[in-house]
């Protein structure tokens, strides 16, 4: 649950949507139970119930693009910076919201929710390759993105 509910506010950028995102999640799996196929990721297959509820919500609610967009365009605004290292997440938040959204997400994937690349791609219904290749992307492009700022 503190898995899928990260991984919730990581997309809905807001936690009352991600809390509600979460119990949909939970209510969906439930529900269909019997389409679950034994001897796989019951943690990747409700990331993916997760993921699909979302960008079904995206697709169909205004509000939640206006706020995606808004929040993508001005990641700044929402950094405050302090003395234990806030500053430094906010910074990193700021560059990951400059990818892509597909590099974005797997390099979320595996990086803070400690999946393999299997259950990433499971998730994404991409193969494996893909999966590894947007997160070498990712990690290049946020390694360039970091380097104007260290100067």
Not at 32 to 49: D, P, V
């Amino acid at each position: 649950m503190p898995s899928l509910r990260g991984f919730a506010r990581f997309l809905a950028r807001d936690p009352a949507l991600a809390d509600d995102l979460v119990q949909e999640t939970v209510l969906r799996a439930l529900d269909r139970m019997a389409q679950y196929e034994a001897g796989t990721s019951l943690k990747a297959w409700c990331f993916t119930i997760l993921r699909n509820l979302f960008l079904e919500q995206r697709r169909r609610g205004k509000k939640e693009r206006e706020v995606l967009a808004n929040y993508g365009q001005h990641p700044q605004q929402r950094a405050v910076p302090s003395a234990d290292g806030r500053q430094e997440v906010h910074e990193l938040e700021a560059l990951l919201w400059q990818l892509t959204p597909l590099l974005r997400e797997a390099l979320v994937l595996i990086g803070a929710q400690g999946m393999t690349y299997a259950e990433a791609a499971e998730i994404c219904a991409v193969d494996v390759g893909t999966i590894k290749a947007r997160v070498s992307r990712a990690r290049t492009m946020l390694h360039k993105l970091a380097q104007p700022q260290a100067e």
